[in-house]
């Protein structure tokens, strides 16, 4: 075992070279599904379309400051380059250089929000605290009102995971790795439940607060919570905030019978002009985390959370991985699954050797099915079975099924329902609503479809248009797959070579060090 020795003598620059480095394996980061204002006083907004975050060809997002707290742990995961047994440079931010970071490279416009994580320093409690304490100290003595993804760590207490809750913007849990055994056999200081609990409460929570301001309770369009019961708060307060919903939604449900949806509408947003606004202070923030928190000005985790998984350091297949995937969704309502490609930096008898390429394409195919669960109505056993477990490399899984599936095609644009039409490789959720739009108001043909964003070259195999193909081809599954693979050629290739990939912005990015 390794000693871990706290060096203070780092400046704040070495700090980030360090930390900044440190934590570019961790893909959970994506900055999309807050839409706050800026506000007069305050430091940056965080609009969703004005948030600067990008995406690698493979869908990764690529964020900009996104930092550890510290890189010493406490734990040993063998796939981390931060375990306690490497030896590696460590360092610990103190909760105001990561203040003044966020704020100096904001106001440089470098970025626009921070994704702060952090190795287990001491404990968990420990280690969330001072995280709490940054995110407090940029919220209130800093004003910063951007863009906030924090990572959680799983062990630590319910208040103060309510208070990253209420301070930032979206939480992540990282399941890390998607079985039992995995992790019991590379992460022997995590278990499953230890990490499904905080996800459950924060799932359970973020509903809540959806309910009390009239949303659904669901971000996304996952069904089913059976970790509702599991709040963060207690029972008293817990008691309290059911009363409210209930009146809420007994008032609701009562106006849906005798008004119309815009009546609707108005009632509820009568409803939260009535709430009374609290604003969060540094003075009430940390009493307030354990309390029912509906009333306050700030909402809880409003973009959501996130979980990562890393591909490729045990032996799961595509399969296990994406029912893994549907499972967090359906029970957890996530807003995002990341997955990332393992690359091995440690040696141990039960990695992958170092030099072992990552598994970029394999990322790429999960990334797809992913979205395909989200948005195009896909179940995991659709896509993948225990018979064929892994995805085909070679084509897009959406293909893959498609030509598995040839008797439902060729479907005819002209009459073929919604949820038909997103199965047509080359139709995504846009261009289907395009074209059951249009085609009440006339007749469709290639060049309009085109027009709509469809995709022709992958989906004039398996359409009609007013009864006619596009070109005369065979509904063969060789001849299609032949066609398909040709055209994905060029974006593996992207994917396979992708430098943007692995590259983390480095200090050289900011025009320091
Ligand atoms: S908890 Fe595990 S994965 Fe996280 S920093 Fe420590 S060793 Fe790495």
């Known amino acids: 075992m390794i000693t871990q020795i706290t060096n203070d003598a780092y400046t ?14 961790d893909v959970a980061c994506t900055s999309s599904g807050s839409s706050r ?5 305050g430091l940056g907004n965080a609009e969703a379309c004005g948030i600067c975050h990008s995406f690698a060809a493979d869908g990764r997002c690529i964020s900009l400051l996104k930092i550890l707290m510290t890189n010493h742990c406490a734990y040993d995961c063998k796939y981390c380059i931060n375990r306690s047994s490497n030896d590696v440079k460590r360092a610990t931010f103190t909760p105001q250089e990561i203040c003044e970071l966020t704020v100096e490279f904001y106001k440089r416009n470098y970025i626009e929000g921070l994704f702060l994580s952090s ?39 319910d208040e103060l995971l ?25 992460a022997p200081n995590k278990t499953m439940q230890n990490i499904l609990n905080p996800m459950g409460k924060v799932q359970s929570t973020i509903s809540s607060h959806r309910m009390a301001i009239g949303k659904s309770a669901y971000m996304e369009r996952s069904r089913g919570n059976q970790f509702l019961s599991h709040s ?11 009363e409210k919903l209930n009146t809420q939604t007994t008032d609701t449900r009562l106006k849906d019978h005798t008004t119309d949806k815009k009546d609707n509408l108005n009632s509820i947003s009568q409803k939260q002009s009535k709430l009374p606004r609290h604003i969060l202070t540094w003075e009430n923030a940390c009493q307030l985390a354990p309390l029912d928190m509906s009333d306050l000005k700030r909402s809880f985790a409003p973009a959501g959370q996130s979980t990562q998984m890393i591909i490729g350091a045990t032996g799961e297949s595509d399969y296990t991985l994406l029912q893994t995937t549907q499972a967090l969704y359906q029970g957890f309502d996530l807003k995002r699954v990341f997955y990332s490609a393992y690359i091995p930096l440690n ?25 395909l669960l989200r948005f195009y109505g896909f179940q995991a056993n659709e896509l993948l079975s ?24 060729p479907i005819d644009v002209e009459t073929a329902s919604y949820a038909t039409l997103l199965r047509v490789p080359g ?26 964003g469809v995709v022709l070259k992958r989906a004039h195999y398996f359409i009609t248009c007013g009864g006619r193909q596009m070109y005369h081809t065979p509904v063969e599954q060789e001849y299609i797959t032949r066609q398909l693979v040709h055209v994905d050629t060029k974006d593996l290739w992207k994917v396979q070579h992708s430098t943007e990939t692995y590259s983390q912005m480095t200090l050289a990015d900011f025009g320091i060090g």
């Open 347 to 371: 040696e141990d008898s039960v990695l992958p050797q170092i030099g072992t390429p990552p598994p970029l394409l394999r990322e790429h195919r999960l990334y797809q099915a992913d979205w």
């Open 119 to 157: 190795g287990v320093l001491k404990n968990p409690t420990y280690t969330m605290e001072k995280m709490c304490e940054t995110l407090l100290l940029l919220r209130t003595r800093y004003h910063f009102n951007g863009y906030i993804h924090v990572k959680t760590i799983p062990g630590a207490s």
């Open 386 to 409: 225990e018979s064929q477990p892994n995805f085909n490399e070679l084509l897009d899984p959406k293909c893959d099924w498609a030509l598995r599936h040839l008797e439902h095609f």
């Open 12 to 25: 704040t620059q070495e700090k980030l070279q360090i930390l900044a480095d440190a934590a570019k394996y």
């Open 232 to 242: 963060i708060f207690s029972d008293d307060s817990k008691k309290i905030f059911r």
């Open 37 to 41: 204002r800026g506000k007069k006083g």
């Open 427 to 452: 139709i995504g959720p846009k261009s289907a609503s395009r074209i059951t739009y249009a085609r009440r108001y006339g007749r469709l043909n290639f060049e309009s479809l085109k027009k709509m």
């Open 162 to 186: 309510a208070a990253a809750g209420y301070l930032a913007d979206r939480i992540s849990v990282n399941l890390e790795l998607p079985t039992e055994a995995a992790l019991r056999s590379l």
